[in-house]
């Protein structure tokens, strides 16, 4: 949901990353307790650093003191408005908060130093992906990816995100074909090379492997190919280790609610999701008037009656879908 408490007063960059440099912003402790937690909250108003509600809760206690109402969260980059008591979109001020989260993850993961020095080059790098017969769906989405922020430091900076396997060059041991790998190394190659361009082949093959629809040279669907491509690449890890990075970058929640127009109980379900389908309302663009089309309440279809555990019928209902958590990634 939009925030209507996020302004200019309580919104400040520049004194943000000013505290942030002044420590390591990955082992920043809280300011209180001093405790070392994943859980770290950073005031927006002021750059001061306290533990979420579910370790002593001082990023609350700092609200009250302060009424500094607005905090990130140092380690998903989800921002929390405290007045509304819930995670928050920065409306106007979203621009604003993307370029203060690339910053922190520079920060983060050291790889400010490396941005200079490529600003001070006089010619920038950049590396295409050469197309495969008709697939620029798929060179699409792998340069989204490979260019997006959070994934850029996980993968090159292991020392501050250790690389889990599938690793690197184990290309020869695997029985199966790893999507997980071939992208690794294309992340890699896409930022290490002296190359202009990069052949996405290898980790085209691997994706036939694993899904067969995609087998071939054709035009596909970029959306269904981002959907199995993170899929593939979560399954791959979480046999290896459980919450993998695919789903602490790109997982969202969603919460279904169903009313039944009867006597109006309600009946609530939360799903999780790694992209939404939005539809573009004739008359509107943005992507809040997007979103604003996607949460509003619809009643069921006479085809669709719902089976109410209240009436223990089936009654006429209106449903509604809503977002519950951002992921890192949007």
């Known amino acids: 949901m939009e925030c209507k408490h996020i302004s200019s007063d309580v919104f400040d960059p520049d004194q943000v990353l000013e505290k942030l440099s002044k420590s390591d912003p990955n082992r920043a402790h809280c300011s209180r307790c001093e405790a070392e937690t994943e859980t770290r909250w950073i005031c927006l108003q002021c750059g001061e650093i306290n533990c979420g509600r579910f370790v002593k809760g001082h990023a609350l206690v700092h609200y009250k003191e302060s009424q500094h109402s607005v905090a990130l969260d140092l380690e998903t980059k989800a921002l929390h408005c405290y007045i509304c008591d819930e995670y928050v979109m920065a409306g106007a001020f979203e621009e604003e908060l993307e370029t203060l989260r690339s910053a922190i993850i520079e920060l983060q993961s050291g790889l400010s130093k490396v941005r200079e020095k490529t600003t001070k080059s006089k010619k920038k790098h950049i590396t295409g992906l050469q197309n495969l017969g008709n697939t620029c769906f798929m060179n699409v989405v792998l340069q989204v990816m490979c260019h997006t922020m959070p994934l850029q430091a996980y993968f090159l900076q292991p020392l501050i995100s250790p690389m889990p396997s599938p690793v690197l060059g184990s290309r020869r041991q695997q029985q199966a074909p790893s999507i997980w790998t071939e992208f690794c190394q294309l992340m890699l190659d896409m930022w290490d090379t002296k190359s202009t361009v990069l052949s996405p082949d290898s980790i085209l093959r691997a994706v036939w492997k694993v899904v067969p629809s995609f087998h071939g040279y054709q035009q596909q669907d970029c959306q269904e190919f981002i959907r199995y491509l993170l899929d593939a690449m979560h399954s791959e890890l979480s046999s290896i280790k459980g919450r993998t990075v ?38 509107k663009s943005s992507l809040i008037d997007c979103l604003d089309a996607f949460t509003q309440i619809e009643k069921l279809e006479k085809s669709e009656l719902y089976d109410c555990e209240s009436c223990k019928q089936q009654v006429s209902a209106t449903k509604q879908m809503k977002l519950d958590k951002l992921p890192t990634v949007r």
Do not use: A, W
């Open 246 to 283: 695919i789903y602490q970058m790109f997982q969202g929640t969603l919460v279904n609610t169903v009313q039944c127009l009867k006597c109006n109980h309600i009946s609530s379900k939360q799903e999780i999701f790694l992209d939404l389908s939005l539809e573009i309302p004739s008359d």
